[in-house]
């Protein structure tokens, strides 16, 4: 597999005609018991577009990103990420093939790191590129130091979690995505646990991305960010798209009265 990766394409991402993957679901609807988390959710994100997922607390973002990304099941519907596609009347087969491929290509990002305690900030960006394209160590390490360079990190190499503040731990997380060179990321509420200062920090990496074509889908409540960064601002709430649109357009002129009962209570 170490031929995916060329010294002459980006620290990011995977050489190639195109740096971004599109995302479609269709009509894809998750319950939880009685409630219903998501309700036929239809979207599409065109490859390397960056889109702010916004929205009150339950609505139903997180479930979305796992959904994409495999990590919870949904009850109808189907998901198409590149040329990998989830139903959710799939085998279990059928399912676990697609999933293995569509990992490959899309990172997720968690808002609590979920670093592995017992490496070191290398071991912890090495770890699936060695274990999952089978590079070597020399290979692997090579490119974790140009991604943690990138990150601001590359004195801290040989640091363990514990001795890393909360910025660095998220931008540790986000090199450990960007190591399996994905085609986009699916970012959940990854500045919530930091202080303003250490938000900064992390969002400017995220800016980065964009600027590499990367397909992004942030879940935030970093308005201003959304405001700055975002293609496209969607409105969840109560399992549905309320809105959608231009940034502008939906932040400093939403039409939807869910949509101005949310920002009213974010941007006080």
Known sequence: MSEAFSDNSSVFRRSGPAAGMPIALERVSKRFGTRVVLNEITLNIAAGETIALIGPSGGGKSTLLR?????????????????YVLRAVASRREQRQALLKLRGEFGMIFQDFQLFPHLTVMGNVVEAPMQVLRL???EAERHASQL????????????????LSGGQKQRVAIARALAMKPA??????????????????VLDVVEDLKKEGLTLLLVTHEIGFARRAADRVLVLADGKIVEEGPPQQVIDHP?????????KQVMA
Do not use: M, W
């Open 148 to 163: 943690l360079h990138h990150v601001g990190l590359a004195d801290r190499a040989d640091a363990y979690p514990r001795q």
């Open 136 to 138: 070597s160590r020399a």
């Open 184 to 201: 986009g990321l699916l970012c959940d509420e990854i500045t919530s646990a930091l202080d303003p200062q250490l938000k900064h920090e």
């Open 67 to 83: 959904c994409i990304n495999g990590l919870t099941t949904f009850d109808s519907g189907t998901i198409t990420v590149g040329p």
């Open 255 to 263: 039409q939807a009265e869910r949509t101005q009962q949310f920002l």
